[in-house]
């Protein structure tokens, strides 16, 4: 069984930046690619970034040129790099793991979540 914990959320003006971090434990994961995903009140959850072993990323419209995913495949860590916050960014970040499929990712494996606030 996978585990994931993230680390780094809490309370920031607009402009500021954040970085999240995600670690993953348990057995060998047959995971190929891990994201991150938010959820905002009243919003439904919807992916951020994502990251393949091989190095690809892709991000949602909204964070793009804002937003960093990264990874160390040998930790089994996964990093997102939040610059230029906008209160539009408030929501819960979720850690995630799964597999590739050819039109998409099936999710399988989920963090807790870690809240990030900004303030105007």
């Known amino acids: 069984q996978v585990h994931l914990v993230e680390s780094g959320g809490g309370s920031v003006q607009a402009g500021a930046s954040l970085r999240l971090s995600c670690a993953a434990s348990?057995?060998?994961?047959?995971?190929?690619?891990m994201g991150w995903h938010r959820q905002a009140p009243g919003n439904q959850r919807e992916v951020v970034a994502v990251v393949t072993y091989g190095g690809r990323t892709e991000y949602a419209d909204s964070v793009k040129g804002r937003f960093t995913i990264s990874r160390d495949n040998n930790k089994n860590t996964v990093d997102l790099q939040m610059n230029s916050l906008k209160p539009e960014d408030t929501a819960v970040y979720y850690c995630?793991?799964?597999?590739?499929?050819?039109?998409?990712?099936?999710?399988?494996?989920w963090g807790q979540g870690t809240k990030v606030t900004v303030s105007s």
């Open positions: 348990g057995s060998t994961p047959s995971f190929n690619a």
């Open positions: 995630s793991a799964g597999r590739l499929r050819q039109q998409g990712v099936d999710w399988g494996y």
